[in-house]
């Protein structure tokens, strides 16, 4: 009978075992961060969004010829390699369709409309253009082909990126973390048609991580004083070698530092002192 009840006793604590295991692999998985601190050790937290422009001379090395981190993140995507969000919620998946669509430039201005091309418009000219550089190159009628023509954005003019943190102090381990939750590509409004920024596609920090560290000829930044220094993209979020400016810091309302204070130098004055007064509460904790 004492056996009868030992081998249930130890049933039941695999089964709880199995059950936490479980729970606790699914928790991490679905989490964006690719270091999640336990909300047990959590002290304060704050959500930040930043702006990177990767134009700026400290972001250059993650904006190499060849390497920008734009055409990596566009490539994994489309691959299948990485997954993309409609928006830093991180709820609603992208379809590879859709993301081109969001990096494709919707600008027709001088061209012909849909229900011009259906119609047969511009069908002679470009057969005229496809027989005149066949001609020209000594080719058969039959080895002449027009390639498709792309409207996507180049990766170098996909040089906008937001990031959203959380701002976090570890009580367990007495310092202030940022703890990266996704980066999210723009167009900028310089090439959107309609002026404003348009979001290409968001990703988790944890899934980004995982395809800079499965591609490390490509995912490089890039170290101009000695090549064989050259890091990780990972590494170099880790590290925080980029420059950045805050656009909007959690609040009741969900607004932007320019809805708040407004845009221009007063904007850049507020994203300033938001960066100094997240400093000073960390040394504020230590003041006795």
Known sequence: MKLIKAIGVAAGLMLSVGAMAQQV???????????????????????VWRKI??????????????????????????????????????????TREEFIANMTSQETAGGLSEEEIAAGFGKEEAKEQEDAWGAALGETETQTSTAPVSNEYFPKQLYLLELKENVVFDKKRSRMYHDIQSISVKVPSTLNALGFE???????????????????????????????????????????LFSSYITKISNPGDRALADIYGGGKKGLLAAQEAAEALIEYEYSLWSY
């Open 198 to 240: 348009q979001n290409v596609g968001s990703f988790k920090m944890s899934d980004l991580v995982r395809v800079f560290r499965a591609n490390p000829e490509m995912a490089i930044w890039y170290n101009a004083q000695n090549d064989a220094q050259h890091k990780n993209l990972a590494d170099a979020f880790d590290l925080w």
């Open 53 to 94: 422009d990767l134009r700026e001379k400290q972001n250059k090395p993650m904006f190499s010829e060849n390497r920008e981190i734009t055409k990596i993140i566009i490539n994994a995507v489309k691959s299948g390699e990485l997954t993309a969000y409609k928006n830093d919620s991180l709820n609603t998946p992208l």
């Open 25 to 47: 692999a699914t928790t991490t998985s679905s989490n964006p961060s690719a270091r999640p601190i336990p909300e047990s050790d959590i002290l304060f937290k704050k959500t």
